[in-house]
């Protein structure tokens, strides 16, 4: 039923429209020209302005032809860098770039699944419920396109991402939630050769407090990282000012918050201690997903990849995805694996096969979620 040269076509065709973060408008264009000719209507929401992009997100109605639970299916535009120019070449059972750029499978393997799969729906005349496609920008910078969406728009009761690694039948359950963390550090100037006694130097300063403070894996489901360290003028001045950038993340809101009020009270105590002031500012990057096995949006995943013969498995993951936000926004979300591999760099592929299996995911996650209705349940 899925038309593998249409699929592998659509594919090739729309990786070799660029859609680098933030200079998305190509893709979208694309995307309301191919969803128009199949008789839908992309709105595009008022988020460019927001993210500071050409475009904004894109979002699909395919109203219902049969009762049941109200999907929502959900993949970025946007690609990372070496983006332009993208040759896909179809090499056996795999597709990948020339080697000059990433391939973008990482997102578009998930958008050709999803539009092969709304053929599919139209030319069998397939029983679906409600269906909503959000089709989302600046995914690759921090999710600015899912922050930036108005939720309120959407009616769906649960909700698949499209964007995990992994084989189809991978179903992210867990992920963590993340504070961005900013500390300044205030000291004094002074000549380091002729009066350094009259200076405090806050790169001095900074150093003890990290170095009182634990860095790297916290527990099992925790862990901390600075990463950035930026400050001082010139080699014969006691720097005056320094800034250290950091995060945390857990998949316990609670120990995040503990960590990161930790971390905070003993960078200002031990800054301070030593004649400094110290500035804090944190702020919650995604929300944490926490789901069970037994969750509607688990279980109908994982009966329908059985019932197309793939193995289920529940994963957790270290990083946010825009169903961070979709599941924040109170709408049960699960990303799922689309099979594309060493994504962010230049060797990136995707096996055919998977891009197969995706496509058949996606129809029988819309299958169940008509079939386990219960007005349907004799069908
Ligand atoms: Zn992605």
Redesign the pocket.
């Given at each position: 039923m899925v038309n593998k040269d249409r699929l592998i076509k659509g594919f090739c065709n729309m990786v070799s429209i660029a859609s680098v973060s933030g200079r998305e408008a190509a893709m979208r264009d694309w995307l309301i020209k191919e969803l128009g000719r199949r008789g839908y209507r992309a709105d595009e929401d008022g988020s460019a302005a927001i993210v500071g992009g050409d475009s904004g997100n894109l979002l699909v109605h395919v109203p219902a032809k049969a009762p049941g639970k109200k999907l929502l299916f959900s993949a970025?535009m946007d690609t990372v860098e070496p983006g332009e120019g993208i040759d896909p070449v179809v090499d056996g059972g795999i597709i990948r770039s020339r080697g000059q750029t990433i391939l973008g499978a990482?997102?578009k393997a998930a958008i050709a699944a999803l539009l092969e799969a709304l053929d599919v729906i139209a030319e069998n005349q397939r029983l679906h419920a409600d269906l909503e496609i959000l089709f989302t920008v600046g995914?690759?910078q921090g999710l600015k396109g899912a922050k930036a969406f108005d939720f309120s728009l959407l009616q769906a009761e649960m909700g698949y991402v499209l964007?995990a690694g992994g084989e189809p039948g991978s179903i992210v359950i867990q992920s963590p939630c993340q504070n961005e963390i900013e500390y300044e550090v205030l000291g004094r100037a002074a000549h380091a050769g002729i009066n350094p006694e009259a200076g405090i130097n806050s790169i001095h300063l900074a150093a003890q407090a990290l170095a009182a403070m634990p860095c790297g894996r916290i527990d099992a489901e925790t862990t901390c990282n600075f990463g950035v360290i930026q400050g001082g003028q010139a080699r014969n001045i006691v720097a005056e000012y320094c800034r250290v950038g950091g995060e945390a993340r857990s998949l316990s809101r609670s120990k995040l918050d503990k960590l990161t009020a930790s971390l905070t009270q003993t960078f200002c105590a031990q800054v301070e201690k030593l004649g400094g002031q110290a500035k804090t500012t944190t702020r919650l990057l995604y929300p944490e997903i926490s789901l069970q096995p037994g969750d509607e949006v688990v279980r109908l995943a994982s009966q329908a990849a059985r019932s197309i013969g793939l193995n289920p498995r529940l994963i957790k993951t270290g990083g946010g995805?825009d169903a961070s936000i979709i599941h924040g926004a109170g709408i049960p979300c699960a990303n799922l694996g689309v099979g594309?591999q060493k994504?962010h760099s230049c060797e990136e592929y995707i096996r055919i096969c998977d891009l197969l299996d995706v496509t058949r995911l996606i129809l029988a996650i819309i299958d169940q979620a008509v079939a386990q209705h219960p007005k349907n349940e004799s069908m």
């Amino acid at each position: 039923m899925v038309n593998k040269d249409r699929l592998i076509k659509g594919f090739c065709n729309m990786v070799s429209i660029a859609s680098v973060s933030g200079r998305e408008a190509a893709m979208r264009d694309w995307l309301i020209k191919e969803l128009g000719r199949r008789g839908y209507r992309a709105d595009e929401d008022g988020s460019a302005a927001i993210v500071g992009g050409d475009s904004g997100n894109l979002l699909v109605h395919v109203p219902a032809k049969a009762p049941g639970k109200k999907l929502l299916f959900s993949a970025h535009m946007d690609t990372v860098e070496p983006g332009e120019g993208i040759d896909p070449v179809v090499d056996g059972g795999i597709i990948r770039s020339r080697g000059q750029t990433i391939l973008g499978a990482d997102d578009k393997a998930a958008i050709a699944a999803l539009l092969e799969a709304l053929d599919v729906i139209a030319e069998n005349q397939r029983l679906h419920a409600d269906l909503e496609i959000l089709f989302t920008v600046g995914e690759e910078q921090g999710l600015k396109g899912a922050k930036a969406f108005d939720f309120s728009l959407l009616q769906a009761e649960m909700g698949y991402v499209l964007d995990a690694g992994g084989e189809p039948g991978s179903i992210v359950i867990q992920s963590p939630c993340q504070n961005e963390i900013e500390y300044e550090v205030l000291g004094r100037a002074a000549h380091a050769g002729i009066n350094p006694e009259a200076g405090i130097n806050s790169i001095h300063l900074a150093a003890q407090a990290l170095a009182a403070m634990p860095c790297g894996r916290i527990d099992a489901e925790t862990t901390c990282n600075f990463g950035v360290i930026q400050g001082g003028q010139a080699r014969n001045i006691v720097a005056e000012y320094c800034r250290v950038g950091g995060e945390a993340r857990s998949l316990s809101r609670s120990k995040l918050d503990k960590l990161t009020a930790s971390l905070t009270q003993t960078f200002c105590a031990q800054v301070e201690k030593l004649g400094g002031q110290a500035k804090t500012t944190t702020r919650l990057l995604y929300p944490e997903i926490s789901l069970q096995p037994g969750d509607e949006v688990v279980r109908l995943a994982s009966q329908a990849a059985r019932s197309i013969g793939l193995n289920p498995r529940l994963i957790k993951t270290g990083g946010g995805s825009d169903a961070s936000i979709i599941h924040g926004a109170g709408i049960p979300c699960a990303n799922l694996g689309v099979g594309m591999q060493k994504v962010h760099s230049c060797e990136e592929y995707i096996r055919i096969c998977d891009l197969l299996d995706v496509t058949r995911l996606i129809l029988a996650i819309i299958d169940q979620a008509v079939a386990q209705h219960p007005k349907n349940e004799s069908m």
